[in-house]
């Protein structure tokens, strides 16, 4: 996996930062993407729930859709449609490996408050 910086596509929304993936990542959804036979893009989505009130959704996706912003890291595609984007724009994806398991992580600068488990978050 190459470690070269992360590339943004054309602002859907200039006044939001889109989102980053890490390398770790980016190599994480490489393999599973690999794995299941499907293209390496990676959707993050943020519904309502949680214990903070709202959510993180990963999901591989077959492909972009018109109004999703979009990073790229090593060949790997990160995708937000423009609702979520609000929630997360700013953020870094990364993946970590701990005695714990192994799991995707939101790095979110505008999350005032964050559950335990790390997969929900309020703003």
Do not use: H, W
Not at 52 to 58: A, D, E, I, M, V
Not at 99 to 113: H, I, R, T
Request: aromatic share 4%; net charge negative; charged share 15%.
């Amino acid at each position: 996996m190459s470690s070269a910086p992360a590339t943004l596509a054309p602002p859907a929304n200039p006044g939001a930062v889109t989102p980053l993936l890490t390398p770790a990542a980016a190599a994480r959804v490489q393999a599973i993407a690999d794995k299941q036979g499907r293209p390496a893009v990676l959707r993050l989505a943020v519904e309502g729930g949680g214990c903070s009130g709202f959510q993180y959704q990963f999901a591989l996706a077959d492909g972009i859709e018109p109004d999703d912003r979009v990073s790229e890291t090593g060949g790997v595609r990160l995708a937000v449609d423009p609702v979520s984007l609000d929630l997360v724009a700013g953020c870094t994806v990364d993946f970590v490996e701990s005695l714990g398991g192994a799991a995707f992580k939101v790095d979110n600068p505008q999350a005032a408050a964050g559950c335990g488990c790390g997969s929900s978050f309020g703003i």
